[in-house]
Nanobody, 126 residues
């Protein structure tokens, strides 16, 4: 059973870079056709797909966040990492890592992905 777990700071100051890591157990981030995504949910809003890194190492980003987002991976540690630069209070959200077969960039529901982390709250505040 694949399990995902997010880690990182819960509080980030405005203008700084948010960095989160997702650690994968019970599976491999190089499994053919699997895509490893970051998704967030601001308070009172729906789930938003931010980007993904493919089994091949190629990265894909939401057009609205592309200029501020970078996703990378460390296959030896079975981890993939999100970096979101120049954060503002509007980036306050619960951040999830998730995985599924095939790239999906549409509206996200809990059924859109095969595996989810438990989520981690990130607050942007001075």
């Amino acid at each position: 059973q694949v399990q995902l777990k997010e880690s990182g700071p819960g509080l980030v100051k405005p203008s700084q870079t948010l960095s989160l890591t997702c650690t994968v157990s019970g599976g491999s981030i190089t499994t053919i056709d699997y895509y490893w995504s970051w998704i967030r949910q601001p308070p009172g809003k729906g789930l938003e797909w931010m980007g993904a890194i493919a089994y091949s190492g190629n990265a894909y980003y939401s057009p609205s966040l592309k200029s501020r987002t970078s996703i990378s991976r460390d296959t030896s540690k079975k981890q993939f990492t999100l970096q979101l630069s120049s954060v503002t209070p509007e980036d306050t959200a619960v951040y999830y890592c998730a995985a599924r077969s095939g790239l999906y960039t549409g509206s996200v529901s809990d059924r859109s992905y095969d595996y989810w982390g438990q989520g981690t709250q990130v607050t942007v505040s001075s």
